[in-house]
């Protein structure tokens, strides 16, 4: 394995490092060294290799994750608090970026390997782990059932497995409330056997039973031990959590103001459409949408021949921007489409899921011919339709005709059977009977997608 990446700069070098990646694949070396390779790549775009000095988190993760470090477990590990209850994660969803969340993770993990190797050299043997400590007090489904933190926990939990494998001793869980089986049926499929295996569930002793594993003079008073440096929290090693105040919150999330973007309103049980002419291949087309209070499902289409045909069925146009429901009333959405060919482009909101609420849509479009200068990290294809977060620019009409497509009998997509006369008021958390994909509040991706914000 070693020689085989002769060619690329490791931040270790040692037999411990390959062996950890080793493990992690069942000492299979090719899907090592595939693995090591993509690592070594996100490693530059995250800028893993000087992020403990290089980068500070926004101040309102610095004040209000819940996590951090103290002490050390009876084998040397250092331990790592992660106080997931008190972790506001539609807080955090609306006061910062995916990025920022995901760099403060990837902080967490290098700093983790920063703390193995300093105990490695005190305690003069080598330490590979860290034990972590999850306290879920406070955890319910009212706080914490929020699709949006959902899925970003599990994306960068798939990202700590793999891009950081091996790295968990022990996962002790505390405090687990009533809710915890079925949360943890919500994100056990994010997690690999490997890492389950590493998870311990103290019970209603925990301050005894946590004790085998952490010795009082290494543990903060509020979790059975002696230390209070300078509260019972440690607080000046941890980070207590807690909601984070809405002056925190993203205002100005966009260049372009609700007043300079055109607005349509979805009613209930139907969509909206505008087409737009591409006359020169590589034209990219620039978007940007807020809804006022719901999610609305987005994409786009292209039409076969350049002629304009009113009411074109959807099957015979192209979809080349999946339809995906946006939580768009929350965090504005953006994209782009590079669009290969010239034709007609038709944008499509689809509201034909929701039977009970209609949705306002405030959004601007942008046409670029294939000599603008472009600024993004990086746009979406018809090929694969993704595209990242990126600025917006002023609206452009490139020949619009738009319409909107009532369901007479308003009835729903397939799974989302929320009748017209339901009973439950808009705020309440529960999803649907039959319905995981609740009408607001919900990125999770369709079938085979992978959700964007």
Known sequence: LKASLSDVTLPENDDYYFLRWL???????????????????????????????????????????????????????????????????????????????????????????????????????????????????????????YWPGINLFNELADMFQYHYPELINHVLIIKAPRIFPAAFNIVKRFIDENTKS?????????????????SPDQLPQAYGGTRCEPDPMCTNFITVGGDIPPEYYMTNLTETSKEDMESVVVSRGSSYEREFTVELPETV?????????HDISFGWYQKSGTKRRRFLPMTEMSEVVPMKRKNSHIIPESGSLLCSTAGIYV????????????????????????DTELSMPQMATEEDGTGEEEEFYECGDGGPEDRTVHNGDLRPHEGDPRPDDDPRPDDDPRPDEGDPRPDEGDLRPDEGGQSTT
Request: proline content about 3%.
């Open 23 to 145: 493990r992690a694949v069942k000492f299979d070396s090719c899907k090592a060294e595939q693995r090591l390779r993509k690592h070594v790549e996100a490693r530059k775009e995250l800028g893993a290799d000087t992020i403990l000095t290089d980068w500070k988190p926004p101040e309102v993760l610095v004040k209000y994750f819940p996590t951090g470090f103290f002490g050390e477990d009876r084998d040397g590990h250092p331990v790592y608090y992660d106080n997931l209850g008190n972790l506001d994660f539609k807080g955090v969803h609306r006061s910062c970026t995916r990025h920022d969340v995901t760099k403060l993770k990837v902080m967490h993990a290098e700093l983790s390997l920063a703390k193995a190797r300093e105990f490695s050299e005190k305690k003069g043997r080598k330490i590979e782990t860290i034990t972590s400590v999850l306290d879920l007090e406070n955890l319910s489904f009212q706080r914490h059932y």
């Open 347 to 370: 944008m499509k909101f689809d509201n034909s899921y929701s039977w009970t609420r209609s949705k306002e849509v405030f959004y601007s479009v942008k046409l670029l011919p294939p």
């Open 198 to 214: 590493k998870l311990v569930v103290l019970g209603a002793n925990w301050k005894e039973e946590i004790l085998q594993y952490i």
């Open 285 to 293: 087309i620039r978007w940007e949408f807020i809804t006022s209070d």
